[in-house]
């Protein structure tokens, strides 16, 4: 199933970038083309992400990808992404927007010609794709081409019968292709409730399906923990449950915490639908139970409130921020080289069942513990300051001399 899907997706994109190319060889001067992701949130101040195409002179053509001086901050581009524009064949901003008399560009830029149009129409898809993570040429706007670069309307069959359909004609089409997905796993057709959600017990929670008004997307969705008093430790809780389940995301909202799937149905799949369901289902209850049992755990029996000790925050943080970006030595230092704190980070974690965690912290105090033994060696081999053979003073090895932690940091 997956495989067919993708490979629907890599024959969009394959008869998005033939018709790009197309259309820039016969760009002539002063046409200008945009080729933009849509953006779910008008409210974002900056740019969704962006390629775009300007003419000049004869057959020149400028080829610009949006660089983080203009994308909006849930957009802006990790340093892995923009060493990938520029292995892609793009030069790095040259310029502030508003240096004028810089010829370069605040944007990743490339100049090239109309000759060009096959590797510039290259260069952009993989931009759009696999830097931006543009998932499907349908999910460009700005320009009437990408209208030409949209899947049809028919579905995908195959001799074991239709395996997924592309809902063309818009919201009401995905709502019914969810309803007749829905049917034969819940037993009848799914009833809806005053928002339009299709609500599904899954035992102690309810989990409710629901179609996108704006895209083509099914978002599944269940409140897992609620009348949360400790708001800190919930975020501390989301932190490690972001890291550690795969195919969901979770979220604080107000005094709740928030369980939820974003299922991409362009092409809609029911098979597809159905398992992340039932995948969901299975889930759900244990993972509300389990946050149930910690988030009324009292911490009044830890000292100094150990589960949202500063140091636990900023390692939580970075790892949701980056996963796997701590390595043991900068924990150390986040600890201050401390080995009890880090004895009693420990036994939290542990606590948590959060594996990776635990691994982190277990590394961590093997760098502390292997740093007060070296200062402890250096300590006996100069005490009492005895000279060497030589009669000379013996000279400190640098290599032993304290390292000040900040500079883990």
Request: glycine fraction near 6%; aromatic fraction near 6%; proline fraction near 6%.
């Given at each position: 199933m997956d495989e067919e899907l993708d490979n629907s997706t890599a024959a969009a994109w394959t008869r998005f970038q033939a018709q790009l190319a197309d259309?820039?060889?016969?760009?002539?001067?002063?046409?200008?083309?945009?080729?933009?992701?849509?953006?779910?949130?008008?409210?974002?101040?900056?740019?969704?992400?962006?390629?775009?195409?300007?003419?000049?002179?004869?057959?020149?053509?400028?080829?610009?990808?949006?660089?983080?001086?203009?994308?909006?901050d849930r957009h802006r581009l990790r340093r892995v992404a923009q060493l990938r524009l520029w292995d892609l064949g793009f030069s790095t901003p040259t310029c502030d927007p508003g240096d004028l008399a810089d010829s370069g560009s605040a944007n990743f830029w490339v100049d090239a010609t109309t000759g060009d149009a096959d590797r510039l129409a290259v260069m952009a898809v993989r931009a759009l794709r696999d830097v931006y993570g543009v998932t499907h040429p349908a999910f460009l706007t700005g320009h009437p081409i990408v209208d030409e670069g949209k899947p049809p309307s028919e579905s995908l069959v195959t001799t074991g019968g239709v395996i997924a359909e592309y809902p063309s004609d818009?919201?009401?089409?995905?709502?019914r292709l969810v309803d007749e997905?829905?049917?034969?796993?819940?037993?009848?057709?799914?009833?809806?409730?005053?928002?339009?959600?299709?609500?599904?017990?899954?035992?102690?929670?309810?989990v409710f399906a629901r179609v996108l008004a704006d895209k083509p997307v099914v978002r599944l969705f269940a409140c897992v923990a609620s009348d949360v008093e400790d708001l800190s430790r919930a975020a501390s809780e989301v932190a490690i449950l972001n890291r550690d389940t795969l195919f969901f995301k979770f979220l604080v909202l107000g005094d709740a915490i928030v369980?939820?799937?974003?299922?991409l149905a362009w092409p809609f799949a029911a098979a597809h639908v159905r398992d992340m369901v039932e995948h969901m289902c299975r889930s759900v209850g244990q993972i509300h139970d389990d946050l149930a049992a910690r988030l009324s755990t009292s911490t009044d029996e830890?000292?100094?409130?150990?589960?949202?000790?500063?140091?636990?925050?900023?390692?939580?943080?970075?790892?949701?921020?980056?996963?796997?970006?701590v390595d043991p030595r900068l924990a150390a230092a986040i600890c201050e080289h401390d080995r009890d704190l880090v004895l009693r980070l420990l036994t939290w974690s542990q606590q948590q069942h959060s594996s990776e965690m635990?691994?982190?912290l277990r590394a961590a105090l093997r760098v502390i513990v292997e740093r007060q033994a070296a200062r402890y060696d250096k300590s006996r081999r100069h005490a009492g300051g005895r000279l060497s053979p030589r009669g000379s003073r013996r000279v400190p090895d640098p290599t032993l001399e304290e390292v000040d932690p900040e500079m883990w940091s």
């Open positions: 259309h820039l060889a016969e760009m002539a001067e002063d046409d200008l083309l945009l080729l933009e992701a849509e953006s779910s949130t008008e409210d974002d101040e900056g740019a969704a992400p962006y390629v775009q195409f300007s003419a000049w002179g004869d057959g020149q053509l400028r080829c610009e990808a949006v660089s983080n001086h203009y994308l909006a818009g919201f009401d089409h995905l709502q997905a829905l049917t034969p796993w819940l037993g009848h057709p799914p009833n809806h409730d005053d928002d339009g959600d299709i609500p599904i017990d899954c035992g102690d929670v309810v369980m939820h799937a974003d299922i830890v000292e100094d409130d150990e589960s949202l000790h500063p140091a636990m925050r900023t390692l939580l943080e970075l790892e949701a921020a980056e996963p796997e970006s635990t691994a982190l």
